[in-house]
């Protein structure tokens, strides 16, 4: 069968998605930028775009080395990506959407965008758990993002100031914007609603949530927004100043021995994390964290709560205690229109529990991608939360027949809904069990 679309930008050709009754169009170049430069939306193709493969990923740590050589990172590699073949370059804008089969230009279904974690280092939007989400069956189109990652999507200086008038750095942050305004303007050739669209992320895609939903560059982009295992827009997660971001890649370029922006530019991606890399040790800092540049990064705090929201982070996560109040207090703080979760299911095929990441596999409902000798409790835990979420993204309340009451947050409510090992229902999470996995926790992240 021939998965062919007319979109604005030209026509495409998807295929047959994993999941049966499903089109995936991977690979879509949304945008086009060059190093250390604001993306550019991609407006129009000639012939017929082929988007039958994935396009490539961000330059990341892990396209230097042999991730099965790496054992500080061999659990998220044997997790989600051992068997698997991935292409990194600095040409790397590209999503992926995911359709029922068959959909009408004119059906206006709601829209989820997901933006992966990694630290803001690594990852991409087709690892195994991401590919060829259930939620197209249910009557969702799902989107997946790759934007840059590390020195490539978060280098600031102010020779690039300079450069770009008066404003740098957040690049990846503004890829992400980009290929959300690129869904909006394309995605009613789907037969996606460009003004029914929810934003997801997991950890570092948390973060951008959160980082979207403070942002006046964001503002009536999105209805609504799911946040796993992240956030920190806070006291505790403050975004770095300018100026100390500013220092750091000073550093970084004087260590590489550039003395232009143009010769720094020029390095090999190679070089430029390997620079980056030997810059963090020698000055214990240098996080490719969104930094607070006044123009993405405002410091605002009240922009974005009007929207609805779905918190919440694992048993086993990074920081347990202190990722399971940030989940708690972001949602209580948004009128009364958000929901807190708490998700402690011990993963069948080791003991590392709830790690940080092990909820993927069920929003997405892809267990079937996945080494694990899954239960039937998993299949039906699986079911339960992606009812959940695509009831959310349709209304912007993940109630519904058949599911057990899910309760909104409020500053006097001290339950959230438990999903996972007990029954699921409303209940607390003890922040004195959370601290213990602090502990002996292997999945620390990537």
Known sequence: MDYIVSTPCGQLRGCAGSVPGTVAYKGIRYATAGRWEYPQQVKAWEGTYDATAYGACSYQPRAFYNEEENLKKIFYYNEFRKGETYTYSEDCLFLNVFTPEGVPADAKLPVLVYIHGGG??????HEKHFDGPVWPAKGIIGVTINYRLGPMGFVTLPELEAEQGGFAGNYGLHDQLCAIRWVRRNIAAFGGDPDN???????????????????????????????SSGGGASKLMPSPKKETAQAFWTACMKNAGCDSLAAFRALS????????????????????????????????????????????????????????SMAKSWCEGQSEKSYCWYFDRRLPGDDNGAWHSADLWYWFGTLANGWRPWEEKDHQLSELMVDYLMNFVKTGNPNGEGLPKWKRACPKCKQVLRLGEGETRMGKASMAKLVYPLLPNKAVGE
């Not at 803001?120 to 939007?125: A, D, P, Y």
């Not at 040790?281 to 009240?302: H, I, L, W, Y």
């Open 197 to 227: 669209i929810t934003i997801m992320g997991q950890s570092a895609g948390a973060m951008s949530v959160q980082q979207h939903l403070l942002s006046p560059l964001s503002q009536g982009l999105f209805r609504r927004a799911v946040l």
């Open 120 to 125: 803001f280092t690594g990852g991409c939007g």
């Open 269 to 324: 991606p190679e070089k430029l994390f390997e620079v980056w890399q030997q810059t963090r040790k020698d000055t214990k800092g240098g996080n490719c964290f969104p930094v607070a540049d006044g123009r993405f990064v405002t410091g605002a705090s009240e922009l974005g709560r009007d929207i609805p929201c779905m918190m919440g982070s694992t048993s086993e996560d990074m920081m347990p205690p202190i990722l399971q």
